[in-house]
């Protein structure tokens, strides 16, 4: 086992080109050809950044599975219980890439596409795991999953988030979007509506997001992309734009405290007001006699 992500890719091209001519001959145009090349090197490029970084990943994973504490066998109900820690480190780690601007400048990238196809699933950072996202997952060799079934199960999660990139998909039978996060709740998350903003955070299992209050139902069709688009699709931009901004903020900051903001504050903090974080966007929308600030 381990990363099994490559053994998805022929799946992922057919059904990626099936939505394409769909779009292509039908009357709703939901894929741009730029877009989609932009996607689909980002794709490309962080298969090439993980060949490097799987490696640390790996080797940090081992060490700690020395230090277990109990062993947990490979069994259909171990295997059950790996997804489902997995999936729920996911979500922390997913929540805290919104949450924290040091990991929402790799994220940024997946969510740097104004249109939601299946190839923007494949949009994904090439700066995620050597900036350390996998310490989200350090605890599990700890307990006692075996490094190699981490892996595995982190890719299976990846690819089951493949396929909840779509707007063919409506909403499905009560019970699944009750339980798994789906195409409805998945376009929410991808929603740069002020409501929208920094919810649905699942990764297989939408419960977690009704568990730890991130949970919203999808009302109006989400106007896709970021408050502030960042209008390039070159890939390497696209890759490193945020790192860009990050170190142009803490350069220009006054004072330690401001500079330590700009990287370990939320995404859109400043310390003049001049952009603002989505919880100060939310509370300025409640305010009655204001008018909303341009961010
Ligand atoms: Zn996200
Ligand atoms: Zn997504």
Do not use: C
């Not at 994220?107 to 740097?112: D, I, L, R």
């Not at 079934?149 to 039978?173: C, D, N, R």
């Not at 139902?217 to 790192?243: C, M």
């Amino acid at each position: 086992m381990g990363d099994i992500t490559n053994y998805a890719i022929p799946f992922f091209l057919i059904t990626l080109l099936a939505e394409l001519s769909i779009s292509l001959y039908g009357k709703r145009k939901f894929y741009t050809s730029n877009d989609t090349f932009a996607s689909l090197s980002m794709g490309i490029g962080s298969i090439v950044a993980s060949l490097f970084s799987k490696g640390i990943k790996f080797t940090v994973f081992t060490f700690l599975y020395t230090y277990r504490i109990i062993d947990i066998p490979m069994m259909w109900w171990g295997f059950v219980l790996i997804l489902i820690a997995d999936d729920f480190a996911y979500y922390w780690f997913h929540r805290m890439s919104h949450r924290m601007r040091y990991f929402w400048a790799s994220h940024v990238v997946h969510h740097s596409s104004q249109k939601y196809n299946l190839s923007t699933a494949l949009r994904q950072t090439w700066t995620g795991e050597i900036s350390g996202s996998f310490m989200f997952y350090a605890w599990m060799p700890l307990v006692g999953f075996e490094p190699i079934w981490i892996l595995t199960a982190q890719s299976i999660s990846l690819i089951y988030q493949y396929w909840i990139h779509t707007e063919m998909i409506g909403k499905l039978p009560r019970w699944i979007e009750f339980i798994f996060n789906t195409p409805s709740h998945h376009r929410v998350h991808h929603g740069s509506d002020l409501k929208y903003l920094d919810m649905n955070y699942a990764g297989i299992l939408i419960i977690w997001d009704r568990m730890f209050g991130t949970f919203i139902k999808e009302t109006e069709t989400p106007r896709y992309g970021l408050v502030q688009n960042i209008n390039t699709y070159n890939p390497v931009r696209i890759a490193f734009i945020e790192w860009g901004s990050v170190i142009k903020d803490v350069w220009r900051a006054p004072g330690l405290y401001n500079k330590i903001q700009y990287v370990f504050g939320p995404p859109g903090w400043s310390h003049d007001g001049s952009t603002l974080t989505t919880d100060e966007m939310k509370a300025d929308a409640e305010k009655p006699h204001k008018t909303t600030s341009p961010t």
